[in-house]
């Protein structure tokens, strides 16, 4: 047999490429462009490519098996410098590992891996430096060249705003079709997301659980030459099932009327979902994505079993994500990188629940000008005190016999406090609620005199929210409460508009 060669690279400052501004039009671009990088630049130059050979392309991450090493070393020799042309302040990092007939593709794939992070540690020099006395792009420093408003402008950001015209990510998440999408619907400013009522807007980031492990699994199982089309095929079903999860959730949001949609993708690819949206819709798109996800996975990967006697898949896979509320003004890199911090402890709290990690959720309202580094930190500071802990998440996707703190516990008392506030039979029951925030957090014993007082005059709420358990007495604990998420929650819901 003769040798192949798999070649792989990985796409390096992504996030810092697409947050470089917070300006919508130069987001939606920069994503477009990332997103291109390992789909058609890598398929149009590469000589004679086979799709067959496609192992992953991705996120930010290709792997390739080439037949030819002249070929791989044409790729090799060209690509980065394409990739920064394409994409002015991305790097990209290559390895390549020779597979030959004493080379199992498990392994090649294990020691490719070893090589590209070597590489990801070497520094690499700007393509763009430009003299001295050149000019530059106050807002990003590069070289700068004059735009058509008269602006000047570094060559990313030029990029960035031709290729906000593209609609390839929106078509993913929505499902509707390139030729059926009316450009002036899609939102291309914040303001267009976050409408006129409130200037609220959630990021949300939602990430696959254990991908790692499934495929160490995997690469474990099938130690023969099905390995490598079980993998192409697996990164495939897992691209698919995410792209189905994300326009299901986007059905689920009956926005199809709306002059304006709502919300903008920023990343799809792999088991990774990034969007910008309204507030008041992100926790019905969170959970119904996630929710999809579990089921399209168990779809979509039951051939693993089928044909290769693999079960690891046969349940599907689960999936966390992070919610981060912000005002539209609030940096939006530091609002990614709020929502990253959420999912991840949605996934932390998820794994320690059972051997398969369930799906969860994280959420967060930022009502202040900085987030720590640490979001422990940030909660402890913003959520608790000596007398309450308003800290409650996150939720499990669904219920579980030893773990109360779900969405459907959350859903639950989100739609009484709706039903009591169109009511009105209870009084003010979001108001009165308020106030006791207020009390817990400033006084015990006039905290305890509300609580009774509620638990005389409106039983219902006092029953709903377990108010009895949190009259803290001396040397106690604090007791953690769902109210504040509540709360929270129903702030957005006069945000909806169309």
């Known amino acids: 047999m003769a040798n192949q060669y798999l070649y792989g690279a990985s796409v390096q400052g992504i996030?810092?490429?697409i947050f470089q501004t917070s300006k919508l039009r130069e987001i939606i671009g920069a994503s477009e462009l990332v997103e291109s990088i390992c789909t058609s630049l890598f398929k149009n130059n590469v000589e004679s490519f086979d799709d067959n050979n496609l192992i992953v392309g991705a996120a930010g991450n290709i792997k390739y098996l080439f037949d030819s090493q002249e070929n791989c070393q044409a790729l090799v020799q060209i690509f980065p410098k394409l990739v920064?042309?394409?994409?002015?302040?991305?790097?990209?990092?290559?390895?390549?590992?020779?597979?030959?007939?004493?080379?199992?593709?498990?392994?090649?794939?294990?020691e490719l891996e070893i090589n590209l992070k070597i590489q990801r540690n070497k520094p690499r020099h700007p393509f763009e430096i430009g003299f001295m006395g050149l000019a530059r792009s106050r807002r990003t420093g590069g070289v700068g060249q004059t735009s058509e408003k008269g602006e000047i402008i570094c060559e990313a950001t030029s990029k960035k705003l031709d290729k906000s015209k593209s609609n390839q990510l929106f078509q993913k998440i929505s499902g509707i079709a390139i030729l059926d999408i009316k450009s002036e619907r899609l939102a291309r400013e914040i303001n267009e997301i976050s409408g006129s009522v409130k200037p609220w807007i959630a990021v949300i980031h939602a990430d696959g659980n254990s991908v790692g492990s499934k495929i160490m699994e995997l690469s474990a199982k099938l130690q023969d030459d099905r390995f490598k089309d079980a993998f192409r095929r697996f990164s495939r079903a897992l691209q698919?099932?995410?792209?189905?999860?994300?326009?299901a959730a986007f059905a689920h949001l009956a926005i199809s009327d709306y002059p304006k949609y709502p919300l903008r993708p920023i990343i799809l690819g792999g088991d990774d979902i990034t969007i910008i949206i309204r507030a008041d819709l992100a926790?019905?798109?969170a959970v119904e994505y996630l929710t999809v996800f579990e089921s399209e996975t168990k779809i979509q990967l039951a051939f693993m079993k089928e044909e290769y006697g693999v079960d690891i898949f046969q349940n599907g896979m689960t999936a966390c994500a992070g919610i981060a509320y912000v005002k539209k003004a609030y940096p939006l890199h530091y609002a990614l990188d709020l929502a990253n911090k959420l999912c991840q402890k949605a996934k932390n709290k998820s794994k320690d629940q059972m051997t398969t990690a369930p799906s969860a959720l994280s959420f967060y309202k930022v009502q202040e000008s900085f987030v720590d580094a640490d979001i422990e930190t940030l909660t402890n500071r913003t959520l608790v005190s000596k007398s309450i802990n308003f800290d409650f998440g996150p939720y499990l996707l669904k219920q579980h016999t030893e773990y109360h703190t779900t969405v459907p516990v959350l859903l639950e008392k989100l739609d009484y406090l709706r039903t009591q506030e169109k009511s009105k039979e209870e009084g003010k029951a979001a108001s009165k609620l308020r106030q006791l925030i207020t009390e817990l957090?400033?006084?015990?014993y006039s905290a305890s005199f509300m609580i009774d007082r509620i638990g005389e005059l409106q039983g219902n709420l006092h029953q709903q929210?377990?108010?009895?358990?949190?009259?803290?007495?001396?040397?106690?604990?604090?007791?953690?409460?769902?109210?504040?998420?509540?709360?929270?929650l129903l702030s957005f819901e006069s945000l909806e508009q169309k």
Do not use: R, W
């Open 15 to 17: 996030q810092s490429f």
């Open 283 to 285: 926790l019905k798109y």
């Open 240 to 247: 698919k099932s995410t792209e189905l999860a994300a326009q």
């Open 441 to 444: 957090q400033k006084d015990n």
């Open 84 to 110: 920064a042309e394409h994409a002015p302040g991305i790097t990209i990092s290559q390895a390549v590992v020779v597979v030959s007939e004493n080379t199992t593709l498990n392994k090649a794939i294990d």
């Open 465 to 488: 929210f377990q108010m009895g358990e949190l009259k803290v007495q001396n040397g106690e604990s604090a007791p953690k409460s769902i109210i504040y998420d509540v709360i929270q």
